[in-house]
Every structure is written in structure tokens, then in C-alpha cells.
């Protein structure tokens, strides 16, 4: 890929860490926050988020898939996860039960990984996430994604209301990295995010001063604790929607390299899917250990990537380095974790409008009739309305069904699996070569 000049290199690894850390800041902490852990706990998983994931992303990027992919918590695991949260009163669990069964589903996935990579079966493993498995994958991945960070974007205060001055302030910054992006220059639009989530972070900071994103502690609490959610368990029906979301989340290596292969017109090879899997299912089983979501390359740095259009690894390693040093150093970590939430949010969903461009672009090769459009419409609009659909109106169902009902991406993907391994569907014209 494209080498830059010194002063490119370093503002883009300093655009990399931003992403890197606005990307992953809110998962620990709403994941310690949903489980109801003590602050020191909070501020734990937040550091062992920062160290692993730095050291996640270089080593993806040097041994594993070798493109420069950000290697974060999965968000289907992380919305499984605070969904299970969430459900612990109609289970009729408690916090600790539902987290000591995450860790199992979890351990279990990763050695069940580490284990198909050595016996050869990730051919099957890509035959499973066909193509148009992986189109469905990015689509309910994008309005999944949007879901979330429009939702963050939104200040809620504790009676349930719209904090209003702090939302159109979000607005505003999400609307300001948009005209960067479509009316600035190459140079502005491909730093359009690094503007942006400064400029909102200063502007906020001088607006709502009183504001924080949460109490943070001293930073004198250990790097990691073991199994701060709960210690495995036998909790089967928590274990088996843990373990089926984490296999199915290795959907994400093939999308995300897939889509990385293309910036640059080249073919991945399979040595490149194995050593990746390879290294997630280590990942997987590391964060089951230390209270962290599970890990995947993500198929939306693709959209950062096509953003910044800066494809070259040397900004990404750097930055990845950085954000283990700033797991080390907790004084470090915890001044950018002033970052607002909503700014981050805003700036993380105009992101990711590139991620949707990527999932067009896959079933741009294909025809739909009124037969054949069943293929692709079925599991997104059936998944599309679950993630819309209140997690609790399935209350009355069997506690084992309950968290897979409630959970549209997966039930999504679940779907698309079926019908493309079930019916057989005319074959897609000729694939039309998409240059980004």
C-alpha cells in the first residue's frame, strides 16, 4: 500500500488512535456499568481493554490478516452482552450467573476456533459465510452500528428526558464532519474525523464544562482483574447464545478482509483467513479471562479506511502502539476517556455511512426477480426489525430462545445461512469490478 510523507504519517496515526479509542472507550464501560460493577472495576476493564486491543491490532496487522484493520470488541457480542444484561430479572439470574456464562460461552468459543483453524476447516468455515452471507452480514452490520451511535449521539438524562442543548451539539459536530468530508479538499476530507472529534471535544468542553463522560477514579487500580463479571458457570442457556454469537462473528474476519482486499485490488489469501481466525479465537478467550467483549476485525474500518483513504500500515501500527501505551500509563488513558460520548458518537456514525457503500457495492454483481429478492430481503428486513423490536415482548418465551430472539443481527445472519445453504438460487451475473 501508498507510503506518506512524515507529517501524513504522523496525523494519521494520531486519526488512527482516536478511532481506535473512540471505538472501544464505550464498550468496557457500559458492559461495567450494565453488569453494575464498582467504578475501580470499571476503570480495570478499561485499561486491560486498551493493552489488549493495541496489541490486538498490531499483531493482525504484522501476522495475521497483514491490512490495517482495527481488531476491537465485536458488536454483536457487545448488544448480546447488554442484552443478557438487560433480561437478568426475566431469567431469573443474577448479574454474576448471566457474566460467569458469558465467560464459558466465551472460553468455549475460542478454544472451538483455535481448534477448526488447526484442523483445517476454515474452507468450510468460508463456504458457510458465502458472499451474499457476507452483503447481508455488512448491511444489518451498518444499521445495526447506526442504531447504536444515533442513539448515543442522543444526551438522555435520568428521568427519561432529551437533554436538548447537548443532542443538537452532537448534531451539529456529526453535520460539521460531513461537509468536511463532501466539500473539503483530499487533505481535510481525509482527516475530516481527527477535526472533528477535536474540535467537539474542545467546543464541549468549553460549552457543558460541568459535563464528564463518567467518574474515572485515580487510576491506581491494577491493569486487569480475572473474571470481574463472574467465574464460569454452567448456565446453558446464557453459554449456548454466548458460544452461537461468537461463532457467528466469525463472519466478521471474512467480511472484513474480503473488504480490505478490495481497497487495493488485491486477492486474500487463505493463509490469511486461518492466521486470523487463529489470532481472534486467542483474543476470544483472553477477554473471556479479564471481563472484556469478545474480539473480531472490524468490517467497519473499511468504511474509516475509504473515509481517510489512507490505506498504509505504518499510521496503524503506530497507533496501535499508542493505545496499549495509554492502557500502561493510566494517566493517559484516562484523559482522553474525557472524550464526550456523544461527540465520539456522532463523529463514529458519520464513520461509518462509508461501511453501508461497502455493502451495496457487494450485491451490485448480482439480479434480483421476485423469486431470487427473497434471498437478501428475508434476513435483512426480518433482522432489521428485531433490532428495532423491545427485547422484552419475548418475556414469555423459554429463557434458552429468549436472548437469540431478542438479538435481529444474528438471527439475520442465522437466516441468510439457511436459505443460501437450502434453496438453490440462480447464479449472479458476472461480478462488476467496483473501484473505490
Given at each position: 500500500m501508498k507510503e506518506h510523507s512524515s507529517k501524513v504519517t504522523f496525523f494519521a496515526s494520531l486519526q488512527w488512535v482516536f478511532f481506535i479509542f473512540a471505538n472501544i472507550v464505550v464498550v468496557p464501560i457500559s458492559i461495567g456499568l450494565a453488569f453494575d460493577l464498582p467504578t475501580y472495576e470499571v476503570v480495570t476493564i478499561l485499561r486491560s481493554s486498551l493493552i489488549i486491543t493495541g496489541i490486538a491490532c498490531i499483531l493482525q496487522a504484522l501476522i495475521g490478516h497483514k491490512y490495517p484493520l482495527l481488531e476491537g470488541h465485536s458488536g454483536v457480542i457487545w448488544a448480546l452482552m447488554l442484552n443478557l444484561a438487560a433480561s437478568a430479572p426475566t431469567l431469573g439470574l443474577s448479574l454474576i450467573e448471566i457474566g460467569g456464562g458469558v465467560a464459558t460461552g466465551m472460553l468455549l468459543a475460542g478454544a472451538v476456533t483455535i481448534l477448526l483453524v488447526v484442523c483445517g476447516a476454515t474452507p468450510i468455515i468460508r463456504k458457510v459465510f458465502s458472499p451474499m452471507v457476507m452483503n447481508v452480514f455488512l448491511m444489518l452490520l451498518t444499521f445495526q452500528l447506526a442504531f447504536i451511535f444515533?442513539?448515543?449521539?442522543?444526551?438522555?438524562?435520568?428521568?427519561?428526558?432529551?437533554?436538548?442543548?447537548?443532542?443538537?451539539?452532537?448534531?451539529?459536530?456529526?453535520?460539521?464532519?460531513?461537509?468536511?468530508?463532501?466539500?473539503?479538499?483530499?487533505?481535510?476530507?481525509?482527516?475530516?474525523?481527527?477535526?472533528?472529534?477535536?474540535?467537539?471535544?474542545?467546543?464541549?468542553?468549553?460549552?457543558?464544562?460541568?459535563?464528564?463522560?463518567?467518574?474515572?477514579?485515580?487510576?491506581?487500580?491494577?491493569?486487569?482483574?480475572?473474571?470481574?463479571?463472574?467465574?464460569?458457570?454452567?448456565?446453558?442457556?446464557?453459554?449456548?447464545?454466548?458460544?452461537?454469537?461468537?461463532?457467528?462473528?466469525?463472519?466478521?474476519?471474512?467480511?472484513?478482509?474480503?473488504?480490505?482486499?478490495?481497497?487495493?485490488?488485491?486477492?486474500?489469501?487463505?493463509?490469511?483467513?486461518?492466521?486470523?481466525?487463529?489470532?481472534?479465537?486467542?483474543?476470544?478467550?483472553?477477554?473471556?479471562?479479564?471481563?472484556?467483549?469478545?474480539?473480531?476485525?472490524?468490517?467497519?474500518?473499511v468504511g474509516f479506511l475509504e473515509s481517510t483513504q489512507i490505506y498504509d500500515k505504518k499510521p496503524f501500527l503506530i497507533g496501535g502502539g499508542i493505545i496499549?501505551?495509554?492502557?500502561?500509563?493510566?494517566?493517559?488513558?484516562?484523559?482522553?476517556?474525557?472524550?464526550?460520548?456523544?461527540?465520539?458518537?456522532?463523529?463514529?456514525?458519520?464513520?461509518?455511512?462509508?461501511?453501508?457503500?461497502?455493502?451495496?457495492?457487494?450485491?451490485?454483481?448480482?439480479?434480483?426477480?421476485?423469486?431470487?429478492?427473497?434471498?437478501?430481503?428475508?434476513?435483512?428486513?426480518?433482522?432489521?426489525?428485531?433490532?428495532?423490536?423491545?427485547?422484552?415482548?419475548?418475556?414469555?418465551?423459554?429463557?434458552?430462545?429468549?436472548?437469540?430472539?431478542?438479538?435481529?443481527?444474528?438471527?439475520?445472519?442465522?437466516?441468510?445461512?439457511?436459505?443460501?445453504t437450502t434453496v438453490k438460487w440462480d447464479k449472479p451475473k458476472k461480478e462488476k469490478v467496483i473501484s473505490s
Open positions: 444515533f442513539k448515543g449521539m442522543l444526551k438522555i438524562n435520568d428521568n427519561g428526558t432529551l437533554d436538548v442543548a447537548i443532542t443538537v451539539f452532537s448534531v451539529i459536530v456529526a453535520i460539521f464532519v460531513a461537509v468536511l468530508k463532501i466539500k473539503g479538499n483530499a487533505l481535510i476530507g481525509n482527516f475530516s474525523l481527527l477535526i472533528g472529534i477535536i474540535v467537539g471535544w474542545i467546543v464541549y468542553a468549553f460549552i457543558f464544562p460541568t459535563e464528564s463522560m463518567m467518574a474515572t477514579g485515580d487510576g491506581a487500580q491494577p491493569a486487569f482483574s480475572l473474571f470481574p463479571l463472574g467465574k464460569p458457570n454452567l448456565q446453558y442457556g446464557i453459554i449456548f447464545i454466548t458460544f452461537l454469537g461468537c461463532m457467528i462473528n466469525m463472519s466478521n474476519t471474512y467480511a472484513s478482509i474480503t473488504a480490505a482486499s478490495k481497497l487495493d485490488n488485491s486477492s486474500p489469501k487463505p493463509k490469511q483467513f486461518r492466521n486470523s481466525l487463529f489470532l481472534t479465537g486467542i483474543y476470544s478467550v483472553v477477554a473471556s479471562l479479564f471481563g472484556l467483549v469478545s474480539y473480531a476485525p472490524f468490517a467497519s474500518s496499549t501505551v495509554l492502557g500502561i500509563i493510566p494517566s493517559l488513558g484516562l484523559m482522553l476517556a474525557t472524550i464526550p460520548i456523544t461527540v465520539g458518537n456522532a463523529v463514529l456514525f458519520i464513520a461509518y455511512l462509508q461501511l453501508l457503500g461497502t455493502a451495496l457495492k457487494g450485491v451490485q454483481g448480482y439480479s434480483f426477480n421476485s423469486i431470487s429478492i427473497h434471498r437478501i430481503a428475508i434476513p435483512i428486513l426480518v433482522g432489521v426489525s428485531l433490532l428495532a423490536t423491545d427485547p422484552k415482548i419475548f418475556s414469555n418465551f423459554p429463557s434458552l430462545i429468549q436472548p437469540l430472539l431478542s438479538n435481529g443481527f444474528i438471527v439475520g445472519v442465522l437466516l441468510s445461512i439457511l436459505l443460501e
